[in-house]
């Protein structure tokens, strides 16, 4: 069971460019969500998906887009990489209710 | 609407004494509350949870919080400090319903030998 798993581990971009963050879950989640954390600022939710095929906004969702194809995976895009989306992105997945949620290692993004 | 706040974002204690995480919550609804570790250039890993079953709720590593509704709290203790518990602890809330997590900006905990 490898959990929740997240690539790359570090990625460096230039303004402009675009990249996709991967995530996949082994777990059957049905829940699956995106943050990015900032010195100070905590865990922000970006985009997360209730089961495959459906999706939705969190707290910061300009600058990304993600779709869910299948319940294992659940790719994070940046379509035009601005250096205010350099940050720590964790993905993270959970059975819903109340139980806890289970995080991946992260991707370090810098965009200069 | 669910929030958490954490009072201090940084908190050092000596190798021994007693760690206090401070965590306060705001929901509309019954919440679901979580404590978080995290530790350098790693993810996030569940300390405990509080669902309803008990207020006072144990955790890994001897760490435990109590949940008072009252005081709309859920503060994180551990009676002894260890040199391996520094890290950054991050306190979230859940609404169940809706299964989004809403996190507290952390409190970084440094343990003096």
């Known amino acids: 069971n490898a959990g929740v798993t997240q690539t790359p581990k570090f990625q460096v971009l230039k303004t402009g460019q675009s990249m996709t963050l991967q995530c996949a879950q082994d777990m059957n989640h049905e829940y699956m969500s995106w943050y990015r954390q900032d010195p100070g600022m905590g865990l922000r939710l970006i985009h997360y998906s209730v089961g495959a095929g459906i999706t939705d906004q969190g707290e910061v969702p300009n600058g990304y887009n993600v779709s869910r194809s299948t319940t294992e995976d659940f790719p994070l895009r940046l379509l035009s990489a601005a250096p205010s989306q350099t940050s720590v992105y964790f993905c993270?997945?959970?059975?819903?209710?109340?139980?806890?949620?289970?995080f991946g290692p992260g991707t370090r993004l810098t965009v200069l | 609407a669910q929030s958490v706040t954490q009072l201090g974002s940084h908190v050092s204690v000596s190798e021994g004494a007693l760690v206090l995480l401070r965590c306060n919550y705001s929901s509309s609804v019954p919440p679901y509350l979580f404590w978080y570790v995290q530790y350098p250039n790693q993810g996030l890993q569940l300390l405990l949870k509080?669902?309803?079953?008990?207020?006072l709720v144990k955790g890994i590593n001897g760490f435990e919080a109590e949940f008072k509704k009252s005081e709309t709290s859920f503060h994180l203790t551990k009676p002894s400090a260890h040199m391996s518990d520094a890290a950054e602890y991050f306190c979230?809330?859940?609404?169940?319903?809706?299964?989004?997590?809403?996190f507290g900006t952390g409190t970084s905990l440094t343990v003096i030998p």
């Open positions: 993270a997945s959970t059975r819903g209710g109340y139980n806890e949620q289970f």
């Open positions: 979230a809330v859940s609404a169940a319903a809706y299964n989004q997590f809403y």
């Open positions: 509080y669902t309803s079953a008990a207020t």
